[in-house]
Each structure stands twice: as C-alpha cells, then as structure tokens.
C-alpha cells in the first residue's frame, strides 16, 4: 500500500497505479485525451499534467504528466495549482490553434476561459490531435489494422498504405473512442463503412437488426470458440426467445401438475 | 458466492414492478438508468418470464471481450463490466445468447446485471416472490 497526499488529502493507492487512475478515483477532474483504462498511458496529448513535489525537495516542483506517472510514497501531489492551469491553458492554447474546427477542443478551451487562441490558427486544420488511442485500442484488440503514417506535418493516422485496411473487422472500437470525433463512418440498413472499406452488417435472423459487422462475428466466432448463431439473432429477439423457452417449460410443469 | 439469484416465473404476474426497480437502483446523472430485467410474455395465458442475466459459468460476453472489461466478481459470482475498461465494440451485445448484454442509448454504455453488488434491487421490489436471492445450502455449494 502507498500513501500518497493529493490537493492536501492523504489518499492510498496500490503499488503501479498510475497517477491519474488514483486522482480520477478520488473524483478530482484532471483533463485527458489519450487515456483509456483498456489500454497502456502514452502520454501523449499532455493534459493530465499536474505538479509534484515531495517533503525533502524543499519546496522545489516538477511537472509531470499523470497519465504515465506510477504512484510512490510520500508524494505531494497538486492538480490545480496557478502553475498547472497555467500550462494546461498553454497546451489547450496550442490545440486551439492547430484544430480550431474541433468542438471538443472549444469545449475543453471553453472550460478553462480560453475564447480564442493566442497562437496563429492553422488555416484547415483538422480535428485529429495525433493522440494515438484508436492504433493502441486496435492494436490491443488484436488487430493492428491502423498506425500512424507520414512525417513531420504529414503526419496522420491511417491503414496501411492508405488503402482499404485487410486486418479491420470494423468494430468501430477506434471511431468510438477518438477523443474529438474525428474518425469518420458510416453506416446504413445492411452495411457499415471504415478507414474506406464498406463491411456487411450482420442481420438479426427474426427482426433484421444489426449489431456487429459479420467480420468482427466470425472472428470472435473462430477466436473465442463462441457458436456463430449466437451473433445471427440480436438481443431484443434473444430475450423474447428465452422467455418462450423458459415459457414451455413452466406451462408443462402446469399441465403435469394440473 | 454465498447466494444464488433465483427466478420462479411461475409465479410472475407480468407486473414490471422489477424493471422499473433496476432502471432506478442504476441511475445516471441522476435519471433512471436501463433495466437489465425485462418480464416477457413467456408464450402462454398468464405467463411472463423475467428475463435477465444469469451469470453463465462459460459465458460468452467474457469470452468475447477483447479487452477483458468483463470480469467474475468473486464474492457476489456477478460478471461485471468495467466501464473504464470498455471499448464499446458491442461484442458482448451481440455475443450473449439470452440478450443481457444491453446497450443503453441513454448514457451510451454497455450495460449488463451485476446483482446490485450483491444485493439485487428487483428480489426486494417483487411482490410475487418470483425473483429471490437465496443462500445456497451448503451441499449445493461448489468448492470454495
Ligand atoms: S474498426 Fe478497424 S481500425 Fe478501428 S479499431 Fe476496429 S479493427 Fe481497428
Ligand atoms: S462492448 Fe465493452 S464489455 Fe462488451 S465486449 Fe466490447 S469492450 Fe468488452
Ligand atoms: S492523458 Fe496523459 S498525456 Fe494524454
């Protein structure tokens, strides 16, 4: 067990917990784009930055990002201090900047009193903040199908050669969880399309709801030893099913009974 | 695991009483949040079976996620689903064949039954008895 002071509180933690997992725990709102709890802290968007000192650096502080920091005994943690809004205001600045269409980054702007940016705004900037969270979920899901390609200013997150990516199973788990909305796709009665590629959705066999893509069925399907009919009826039909079947054996156990 | 979630429907009456409790025992932003039980006409006269989760040994939503979000607690015998955790890839929706992995358009979430933590709201609530939860005698009980 480590004990740890945050904004004045002494707080406990385990050993290897990050310092955001344990600020977030204690309900405190410190900023982040590139975190998810499925998936290993990359520090890369910046803004889970909060400062830390300990008893004996006599009153010298460092900034870190939270994120990527494990926590340790003793130590003094502070996420609202006039430094670190300062900074945080300084990063949330230059997103303004660099992705000025982006309504999570005003929304994030607008939340620290920022109303436009002091930077030069990038004419056609767009809403991708470069974080990465969409290639490490992929990727921890086993499919690896995007990364970040090109260089410098060129630099974008895309499937490999920019062509209709064979590894995507179009689980959207990447569109789901861009921070700022930025990945796009679409879908319709019978077909949902990706990264440029178009999957077929799997219909309900009884009602014709889709929930998942028949790739991304076939693969949990073959990987997870789970029978295929189970993704070809969808939960409302399942349900009902179930009630039937359990409806049968009741009504017989009546009419034994009767 | 002490206790076992046990459903009777041939005593349901059909009446929701149970839904509406487990829309209310897991609110967001203070509103009701969606029930993991649904009565259902269960084929015959007078015949509703709530259906819910029933914790499957080899379950299938843990099977199909690939993100481990979905874990057995230990104490309650619940899986549970670790929002945090979750990627929203619906996996566990499509995968469980009794349909208790629910989306809740509400809070867009990935839902499911975690027993209340081990003390399920709907038992409490149903006046029928149809819904208990009950210790399991000790003869019953699987190592451990
Ligand atoms: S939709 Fe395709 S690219 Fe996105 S996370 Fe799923 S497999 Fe990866
Ligand atoms: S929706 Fe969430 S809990 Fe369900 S399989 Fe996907 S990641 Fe796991
Ligand atoms: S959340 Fe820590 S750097 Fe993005």
Known sequence: ?258 | MNFRFVVNPEVCTGCRTCELACAFAHPHDSKPGKSRIYPIDGGFKELWVPVTCLQCDDAACVKSCLVDALKRNPVTGAIELNREMCVMCMACVAACPFGCALLDPGQDAVVKCDLCGGDPVCAHFCPTKALSYVPIKKKDRIAG
Request: aromatic share 6%; hydrophobic share 35%.
């Open chain 1, 1 to 258: 067990m480590i004990k740890l002071t945050i904004n004045g509180k002494l707080v406990q933690a385990d050993e290897g917990d990050m310092l955001l997992t344990v600020i977030r725990r204690e309900g405190i709102d410190v900023p982040s784009q590139c975190h998810h709890q499925a998936v290993e802290p990359s520090g890369a968007c910046r803004l889970c930055m909060v400062e830390i000192t300990r008893q004996e650096w006599d009153g010298w502080s460092k900034f870190v990002t939270s994120c990527l920091y494990p926590v340790e005994d003793g130590l003094i943690v502070t996420t609202h201090s006039a430094k670190v809004i300062q900074l945080r205001k300084t990063i949330i600045d230059l997103y303004l900047a660099r992705h000025p269409n982006s309504t999570e980054i005003m929304r994030l702007a607008s939340e620290y009193g920022i109303t436009r940016t002091t930077y030069e705004t990038v004419v056609d900037g767009d809403d991708c903040i470069m974080c990465g969270l969409c290639t490490r979920i992929c990727a921890h899901m086993g499919f690896s199908a995007i990364s970040t390609v090109g260089r410098g200013h060129d630099k974008e997150i895309a499937p490999p050669l920019k062509e209709a990516p064979t590894d995507c199973t179009g689980c959207l788990s990447c569109a789901n969880n861009c921070p700022t909305n930025f990945i796009e796709f679409t879908r319709d009665s019978n077909s949902l399309t990706i990264w440029g590629r178009t999957f077929e959705t799997l219909a309900c066999s009884q009602c014709g709801k889709a929930t998942i893509t028949r790739e991304f069925a076939e693969h949990l399907s073959k990987t997870r030893d789970i029978p295929i009919a189970y993704f070809e009826v969808c939960d409302d039909c399942h349900r009902k099913e179930t009630a039937k079947t359990m409806g049968r054996v009741v009504n017989w156990t009546r009419e034994v009974q009767a």
